[in-house]
Structures are given as C-alpha cells and as structure tokens.
C-alpha cells in the first residue's frame, strides 16, 4: 500500500531534522559531562521507530525522546558509558507505559514518573524500573482513586 511507502519516506527524509533537534539536548547533557553523537542519535531515533512499530503507534516529532534525554541526563545513575543503552530502554518503557496508561496521562507527567522512580526506589536500575511501572500501570489501571488523584496532580 502507499502509506508505508510514504512513511518510510517520511523517516527517511526527517532522520536529519530530528538529529539536529536531538542534537540541541547536548547542551544541557554537556553538563553532566554527557554527548550523544549524529550517529548514536540516528541509532536512537530508529530505535525509537522500530518502538513505535511494535506498540502500533505513530509520532509525528521527537519531543518524547528529547524530553527522556533531557531529563535522564541528570540523573545520578547515568553516565557516558550507559546513556546511550538507557535512552534505549527508556523509550520502550516510556511507550510500554503510555499503551498501559491507555493514553491517560501526558509525556511529561509520565517522564517525570519514570525519573522518580529510576532515581527512587530503582536506584537506577532499568530492570526494576520495567517492573515498578508495570506495578505502577496496573495500579493506574484498575483502582479509580489512585488514577484520579494521579490525573487530577497532573493536570495542575
């Protein structure tokens, strides 16, 4: 069909506008003593597609992934020799968590979620940090006051 064609394009011709978008994130990780190179962002950002593929789901930027990179820079359990393998994972937990929220709660609540838990309780772990947020989604999912305490904190 034509729309896989077209998207494929789409991919093809956006991968450079997203790397340069991307590649503004290293001002803020420069602090952290952090880089990502062109190259290791293109990695990510097919990565990210091949995520996106596998949880039916379509983003039209790559504010997620700035956002992730952005705000893990900063945490104590990252460093230049994982950040690149976290910023991985985290976009697959990050669109795990979103299909398991049904879409309920905004990037950034959700990021800052992640964070708090990763630099919690998880000490840094992905692993724990892949099961805190199962945890936290079937919490999420199946009792109605902790989801509507949770969206009404997020909406302020």
Known sequence: MFLPKMLHSLDSSMLEKYTDEIVEVNQKAKEFGLVLTRDEI????????????????????VEVTKELAEVFCASPYVDDKNYVSALYELQEIFYY??????????????????????????????ELLKSKLEEFA???????????????????
């Open 42 to 61: 293109k990695n990510i950002i097919v990565s990210r597609n091949q995520v996106l593929h596998s949880y039916g789901r379509v983003e039209l930027s």
């Open 97 to 126: 968590l979103k299909n398991e929220t049904e879409d309920k709660i905004g990037d950034s609540p959700l990021i800052a979620v992640m964070k708090d838990y990763f630099d919690g309780v998880c000490n840094g772990s992905l």
């Open 138 to 156: 079937e919490r999420f999912r199946s009792e109605p006051s902790f989801r509507n305490s949770f969206l009404e904190r997020d909406e302020r």
